[in-house]
DNA sequence: CATGCGATATAAAACGTTTCCAATTGGAAA
DNA sequence: TTTCCAATTGGAAACGTTTTATATCGCATG
């Protein structure tokens, strides 16, 4: 009953042909009499035929596989951007072996070594930050690796990203626009360089641009979670001279941040303004309605995957660094200019 | 450059040993003396030698490897069923495949298929809706198919999940036992038997057991989305006799609720209750807090998972339709008693 | 009618493991 | 010493494809 154990010769011996012709017309090879092809194509439909891709990755060293190592699919951001990555693998015929990391560095170079083993045609990669480690394994690898939402920290991985620094420059410059003197921003760790170099460097920069002193206390800590920025809020809050605008790193912060604002009885947008950053699902599911960065991480996912299918394809890549635009989404948690 | 290319030959002839006392160390077969252990595990060191688990496959027949089926993993609750999967999946040496299906039925069976040539030891399957031919499908598969979150339909397959009737009936229940007369009910897509057979079916035997009328158009048709959500409120909102006590099918569609009715310049929970159902990371991102039916969804993976490789290594299996407890988490958008 | 050539088809050798079965080894018992 | 059995080890056949080198076919050409 099950569909399995009829091979490739199985077919050869129904069609009266050789299993080279089989595996021809299995894989689309045009030098095959039209005859020849439908009889053996009529043996696949009559046996139930289903080529073992095993077979096939031995013979062929290829085995339209790829890795993907996130930091948590759990986590929308990253799942978002697997779908894009997974959308169009299929696309062009690849699957993919996801795995999670929670960014620590062992596991992400066990799941490597797994994945190469697998022998996975190439690998995408996520995660906050590469330690060096990581990147001597990178380089080892015999296929290739992609890095997506990922800084490639001056190794000369091809990665897709956006511009971090200037979105967060864009984002500071929007609130300074408002009047304001002094902007609260709330990071990510600062050791992964996205937020420690990028974001914060965008921020200062702002900041100086406009002539205003930057102050270190208007710059807390989270963990990119809700509950983090909430609590870094209500810290900020205490202050007599707390900032009235307000940066933060991620979409689920800026939430936590606004609701901290709210649950100490002042108003978004009246008393205090929010950007956020990402514009995940959840900034439209708040009242006030966030004023985002727009990050497209699907965009990054798929754009990243595509790169992966030119490299393997031995195409030509004119940019291996490849930097997405972003922009800001204009929502309630600003006031109207 | 590549530690590649070594092979389990290369290895034998390093080490002194034939290809079997290898295999042999590499597998953790106990049949091998320490001393040559340690001579071939030198060997293995010194050329970086990693197992092509391809060729494994193709002599064991084992890929250590599971295909994961999901609607869309960028929608949260199918990204936490998804970890909870990997998680388990990691600890008993398994990797996942991970494709998304959109709850198409081609797209399923498509993916089936191909998961299936890729030689998966076994599938998990997520999925709003059986389609008879994927069942047909389902049936001819070599290896063994676990439903998570996804009901059964009478089908003898492996499934987990929570008691959807009993939940919806609880959830209903809360809402009467608050003195309301009439509850509204915002569902997901009415043929998703999920949905149309047991939330349904506990919310009108609630009503009934209350001896409460079931009014039509107390029930409106929503597709899971925040958007949905508000705007089925907006259009209950309308009625004279509006209810005011509602119970939506899906967190998100519970949040689009709340701001609906607060949109409308009402207080929930004095003014209306909400309760939702799953107890996404959302539940706790809205103010006020949303009560709401907690599903386990990590868990439902974890469990999944579990019993699938319970399945696969052939363990005693007493319960092939495994049911979660569920329980409902009060938050503020319920009064207090 | 032999020749030659492109178009098709075949045979057989990889691909890198696992695994069955046979062979060898080592040491305790006789 | 021998003998024997258990513990180790080795040999070689799968596993189901792809792929390369080789053969065969059909037919136009001289």
Redesign the interface.
Not at 1 to 4: A, E, H, I
Not at 50 to 55: E, S
């Given at each position: 009953?099950?569909?399995?154990n009829v091979t490739i010769y199985d077919v050869a011996r129904e069609a009266g042909v050789s299993m080279a012709t089989v595996s021809r017309v299995v894989n689309g090879n045009p030098n095959v009499k039209p005859t020849t092809r439908k009889k053996v194509q009529d043996a696949i439909d009559r046996l139930g035929y289903?080529?073992?891709?095993?077979?096939r990755?031995?013979a062929s060293k290829k085995?339209t596989?790829v890795g993907v190592i996130v930091p948590?699919?759990?986590?929308?951001f990253f799942?978002?951007l697997?779908?894009g990555i997974?959308?169009v693998a299929?696309m062009y015929k690849y699957?993919?072996?996801?795995?999670?990391s929670d960014s620590n560095r062992d596991k992400e170079i066990h799941l490597l070594?797994?994945?190469?083993?697998?022998?996975v045609d190439g690998i995408i990669f996520m995660g906050g930050r590469l330690h060096e480690d990581l990147v001597d394994e990178f380089?080892?690898?015999?296929v290739p690796i992609v890095l997506a939402a990922t800084l490639n920290q001056g190794y000369d991985l091809p990665a897709v990203n956006i511009d971090y620094e200037q979105a967060a420059y864009d984002a500071t410059e929007m609130l300074i626009g408002h009047g304001h003197k002094q902007v609260g921003f709330i990071t990510g760790p600062l050791e992964q360089q996205i937020n420690g170099e990028k974001k914060f460097a965008g921020y200062r920069r702002a900041l100086e641009d406009a002539g205003l002193p930057f102050q270190e206390n208007d710059v807390i800590l989270g963990n990119y979670t809700?509950a983090s920025g909430l609590e870094a809020m209500q810290k900020m809050l205490e202050r007599d001279d707390c900032p009235k605008a307000i940066f933060a790193g991620t979409d689920?912060m800026a939430?936590?941040v606004i609701?901290a604002i709210?649950?100490a009885g002042f108003s978004v947008p009246n008393d205090f303004e929010v950007v956020g950053h990402d514009n995940t699902?959840?900034a439209?599911?708040?009242?006030p309605k966030l004023t985002t960065v727009v990050q497209p991480m699907?965009d990054i996912g798929a754009v990243a995957m595509r790169l992966l299918t030119k490299i393997l394809n031995a195409e030509e890549v004119e940019e291996k660094n490849v930097v997405l635009p972003h922009r800001i989404e204009r929502r309630d948690s600003l006031r109207n200019d």
């Open positions: 009953m099950n569909s399995n289903r080529p073992n891709a095993v077979a990755g031995l085995t596989t948590d699919i759990s986590n929308i799942a978002d697997a779908r997974e959308d299929t699957n993919i072996i996801l795995g999670n070594n797994t994945l190469l083993g697998k022998q380089k080892k690898s015999p809700y689920e939430l936590g609701h709210q649950d699902r959840l439209t599911m708040i009242r699907y």
